[in-house]
């Protein structure tokens, strides 16, 4: 991947991504964040891209690697995607939405 690239898979996993590392590290805990999701071997697809994100986010850009780069892109894929299939009611306490936090975005913060 060339720098170009990078600096643009980089300002779209900053401006997807809406939780800080801390905040995100603190929901992945939950009961709420272990509950969705497909399983594999035990932990969801989701679960195990947020702790990726949080390793990314903590990492230095100069740092990342394109493996690293390589999630971002799929962090800020995911994300678009399902961000148009929200439900009408009840967003705050929906499989949906808890969903999306374990991939770094939360529906119910304010941009």
């Known amino acids: ?3 170009d690239k990078k600096d643009e898979v980089y ?5 997807a ?4 590392p801390k905040e995100l590290k603190e929901w992945l805990e939950t009961e709420e964040s ?3 999701g497909d399983k594999e071997n035990g932990e969801s697809t989701g679960h195990k ?3 990726r994100i949080v390793e990314i986010k903590r990492t230095n850009k100069d740092d990342l690697s394109d ?6 892109q799929k962090v800020v894929g995911y ?10 009611e009840d967003v705050e306490n929906s ?14 913060k304010s941009d």
Request: glycine share 6%; hydrophobic share 25%; net charge negative.
């Open 1 to 3: 991947m060339d720098d």
């Open 11 to 15: 300002d779209d996993f900053y401006d």
């Open 17 to 20: 991504v809406n939780m800080q």
């Open 34 to 36: 272990k509950s969705v």
């Open 49 to 51: 891209s947020g702790k």
């Open 67 to 72: 493996d690293q780069y390589e999630h971002m």
């Open 79 to 88: 994300i678009h995607r399902h961000k148009a299939q929200g439900p009408d």
């Open 95 to 108: 499989d949906w939405r808890y969903s999306l936090m374990n991939w770094g975005y939360d529906p119910c």
